[in-house]
């Protein structure tokens, strides 16, 4: 249990999205269900994981994206038929550990950073333990993961590359962050304890 109000609790959540017009059904042990007559019937995608996944989402017709408990993020070219792994656990912590070490090199903030930096540590000392619970895309390019104790990240070049928002986000407690969404030109995450952030344009802060 890490420093946010507790432990992400175990359940049997699936997550569903449209690829044009195919469903696409994430769950239990990396199952990818698809189904092109509208629920109808459905066959099993090629999954390289095997933990659960509680996410999807797909910013295109073609490109989906899948994310769920050991920090796994998959993504789809194929309309969801078959997935590849860009992220886990283990690397999600490297990546913060070097963003924010690089970061602490160059702050004007000498306390702020060294906090960033510390907290990345105890994400990457963790490994695969912290989930990302949520996936969501503005558009073809920008997209968010939130996960339990204030995991997030960002890319902005269709997910070639993730950056980690810890110094972005208005969440001193480290609460979980269970959803993200793109509404009406704005982008929300919702997390425990009633918590919920609004992306500031300007500022670049949720």
């Not at 963003?99 to 090199?105: L, Q, T």
Request: charged letters at 20%; proline letters at 2%; zero cysteines.
């Amino acid at each position: 249990v890490g420093s946010g109000g507790g432990a992400v609790a175990e359940h049997d959540d699936v997550g569903l999205a449209r690829s044009g017009e195919r469903l696409v059904a994430v769950g239990q042990r990396g199952h990818v269900l698809l189904s092109d007559d509208q629920g109808k019937s459905w066959r099993q995608a090629e999954v390289p994981v095997s933990s659960d996944l509680v996410a999807v989402a797909f910013p295109s017709a073609d490109q989906g994206w899948a994310v769920g408990h050991d920090g796994i993020v998959l993504r789809s070219s194929d309309a969801g038929a078959s997935w590849t792994r860009v992220l886990d656990g283990r690397q999600a912590g490297a990546l913060m550990v070097e963003h924010y070490r690089r970061e602490a090199a160059n702050a004007g903030d000498a306390a702020r950073a060294a906090a960033l930096l510390k907290e990345a540590e105890r994400f990457a000392a963790q490994g695969a333990e912290n989930p990302f619970l949520d996936v969501a895309f503005e558009n073809a390019k920008t997209g968010y993961l939130v996960g339990a104790f204030g995991l997030i990240f960002r890319t902005t070049d269709g997910g070639a590359s993730w950056q980690p928002l810890l110094h972005a986000t208005e969440n001193p407690k480290a609460l979980h962050l269970y959803a993200v969404r793109s509404v009406g030109g704005e982008t929300y995450i919702a997390g425990e304890q009633g918590l919920l952030l609004k992306l500031d344009r300007g500022t670049g802060q949720f």
